[in-house]
């Protein structure tokens, strides 16, 4: 809800999708708080939208509707029962191999995400912007993965910014 709060704040509306309940509950408590409606965006500020981005079904769905920008802000996992059988599927579709999943099930997972956001903004041909949280800063050797990210869906322009900020869960890069 902060990043959705930061873009209303700057005259945005929003369309913002998560596949975890208790976060669009707790996101819709800060954007009414702050006085923004939500509902359809025809009429509203915000819409909010409980799905996994990686369905089919949401894919088809979403690509119907007109944005502006994908931004892709913070993924995170957790660990519920049944998580990673749901995603093996997905994970072995974008090319990783078990090994590799088993060997780091948060980055795989991360990786996925990404990629689905990078192809929904590609196939609406609007910018993507990924918005990621580490301890580390990043080097020519770590952005490479995103430079890959941006050559498989042909972006014209990369930009990589990094900026220590200010969190809520202690600061990251």
């Known amino acids: 809800g902060f990043g959705t709060l930061e873009l209303l704040k700057h005259g945005h509306k929003v ?8 976060c669009i509950e707790q996101a819709k408590n800060r954007i009414s708080m702050a006085g923004y409606t939500m509902g359809d965006l025809l009429h509203n500020d915000v819409e909010f939208i409980a799905a996994d981005i990686v369905d089919k079904g949401f894919f088809q769905s979403i690509t119907k509707s007109h ?9 995170g996992t957790y660990e519920a029962n049944g998580t990673r059988d749901y995603y093996q599927p997905f994970l072995l579709e974008y090319g990783l191999s078990e090994q590799l999943i088993d ?19 590609a196939f609406n041909k609007v910018p993507f912007h990924l918005i990621d949280r580490s301890s580390e800063g990043l080097t020519n050797e770590s952005s490479q993965y995103y430079a890959a990210l941006g050559g498989e869906f042909n972006y014209q322009e990369m930009k990589v910014d990094q900026a220590i900020t200010t969190t809520i869960s202690s600061g990251g890069k």
């Open 103 to 121: 060997s780091n099930w948060e980055s795989s997972y991360a990786e996925l995400i990404f990629w689905t956001a990078c192809k929904i903004a």
């Open 15 to 22: 369309i913002a999708v998560d596949k975890n309940e208790c």
């Open 67 to 75: 944005f502006d920008i994908v931004i892709c802000w913070n993924v």
